[in-house]
């Protein structure tokens, strides 16, 4: 395959990517199931973490799928479980369970198989630019509630918040499984033509492709986990209280406060691919440790700002970083224990998101109640993030396998 044949096979991956990343729309759906059904808000966004528990454990599965049936098979059983969880999420006037289940688990094994793809197969299409095109694939991840949110609200007020599942499950599953078509690993041996690694390449990246049982055996591998939990837990900390938090700080309305998530989720979108590209100079090491340096005094100084505009301003900062975990991390992985394996490899790692995405809000809503603002917990993610940067900075390419 040629030059253009693979950034082809990139668009796909963002199209991919943008489908499943509709479920950080989430938000939009609490409210009217709420009313509708009479379930706590609670009970309903338990629905998101179920399927982002599910996802990183999914994305396992199909990291080790995808190295048996290739990309392909792999990212088409995703897309059509996704698309047929959300769709089957329009019958969940049969009880809460029934959400659980579809949009939950169904949903969340689909969205699992379908992330893992496109990271696995750009990483080996694009050895020249590892960092950028993982963080374009999965910066479509972090755009996809841009696009869906807005479309998911004018759906619910016409037609009603269980037949938008309908219509946006229908739809996910066509953009996926279309776009999950064009989803092919390289020739063996295949790279750009006249690229050479540079030496700053040669020297954080590991000699050898390693196996999943060799990586797990490696310190290197459980300290990547780990700065992936730290960094999403952060970040994702925010995500769960955007709204209230914002209206505690800022003294604003319920609206304001929702005109402000919409722009600092874009944050997540543009720190996906920001980052990642800026690691491709920096270095992926030096890329997290400036992230939780930033960070520090980010969640150190929110509590004490009460104006809109500023809080919007540190809150996209947070988010920018949050989603430069998720751009930096598949490439760091690379790098480090190779690309043939990278699919399992990887994948396992994003079992740290799923734990991540309890952990981080249930850290600041407990602190939250406890204390009666949100200080407390801010202060204490700081204090986490302090500690955090030793361990990028400690880092270093694990030994070759014999």
Known sequence: MNTLNRWW???????????????????????????????????????????????????????????????????????????????????????????????????????????????????????????LMTGIAVGGFGAGALVTAPIATHLIQSVGVLQ????????????????????????????????????????????????????????????????????????????????????????????????????????????????AWASDALSRRYTFAVMFILQIGLFWVLPSLHTAASVTVVSFIILLCYGGGFGTLPAFAADYFGSANVGSIYGLMLTAWGFASAFGPLLIAHMRQSSGTYAGGLHVIAVIMAVSVVLPLLVRPPAPVK
């Open 9 to 131: 096979i990139a668009f796909a991956g963002v199209l991919l990517q943008m489908a499943l990343g509709a479920v950080y729309a989430w938000s939009v759906f609490r409210a009217p199931l709420a009313k509708q059904f009479h379930w706590s808000i609670s009970e309903v966004t338990l629905t998101f973490t179920i399927a982002i528990m599910v996802l990183g454990f999914a994305s396992f599965f199909g990291g080790l799928w995808l190295k048996r049936v290739g990309p392909r098979v792999v990212a088409l059983t995703g897309g059509v479980l996704y698309g047929l969880g959300v769709f089957l999420a329009s019958f969940s006037s049969v009880g809460l369970w029934w959400l659980y289940l579809t949009y939950g688990v169904i949903g969340g094994i689909g969205l699992g198989f379908s992330y893992i793809v496109p990271v696995s197969v750009l990483l080996k299409w694009f050895p020249d630019r590892r960092g």
């Open 164 to 275: 938008t599942f309908a219509y946006l499950g229908v739809a996910f599953l066509i953009v996926c499984v279309l776009s999950g078509y064009f989803m092919q690993n390289p020739p063996e041996g295949w790279q750009p033509e006249g690229w050479v690694p540079t030496q700053k390449e040669l020297v954080q990246k590991s000699a050898k492709d390693f196996t999943l049982g060799d990586a797990l055996k490696t310190w290197q591998w459980w300290a990547l986990w780990l700065l992936l939990f730290l960094n999403t837990s952060a970040g994702i900390s925010v995500i769960s209280q955007e709204a209230p938090m914002f209206q505690e700080l800022a003294k604003i309305t319920a609206i304001v406060a929702a005109g402000m998530v919409g722009i600092v989720s874009i944050g997540n979108a543009v720190g996906r691919v920001f980052w």
